[in-house]
């Protein structure tokens, strides 16, 4: 893996393009909303297709191009692509002190349950 010719590396960057276009604009899943925040996912996502290519195996021998398996380097490129953006946004708010509420509520019901506990007092 580590020698790996032209083809198998333009294989590994095709999808991991493909992964970025999807997780950035097809999702919208980004911590960074301009290109730097897309680069940043096909880098990443490169990397994921390469690691998953070796980690997790030859699947269905017959859907691979220069000795590149399609399943296990898109599964690698969606979720290297994914937990970037996931511990990036965890940073964020670990950083800030930022906490996400256990339970959001309408404003309607809030209002509600604050002006029937003015009328009990």
Known sequence: MIGMGF?????LFVISFIAAIVMHSGIR??????????????????LGAWVASAVLGHWFG?????????????????SAAFM?????????KARTGME??????APST??????????AA
């Open 7 to 11: 083809g198998a590396f333009l294989t």
């Open 29 to 46: 899943y980004h911590f960074l909303n301009e290109i730097d925040g897309f680069f940043s996912k096909w880098i990443i996502g490169w």
């Open 62 to 78: 017959g859907v691979a191009i220069s000795s590149q398996y399609i399943i296990p380097a898109f599964i690698g490129a969606f």
């Open 84 to 92: 970037m953006t996931a511990v990036c946004k965890a940073l964020a």
């Open 100 to 105: 996400t509420p256990a339970r959001e509520t």
């Open 110 to 119: 809030v209002t509600a349950e604050m002006a029937h506990g003015t009328r």
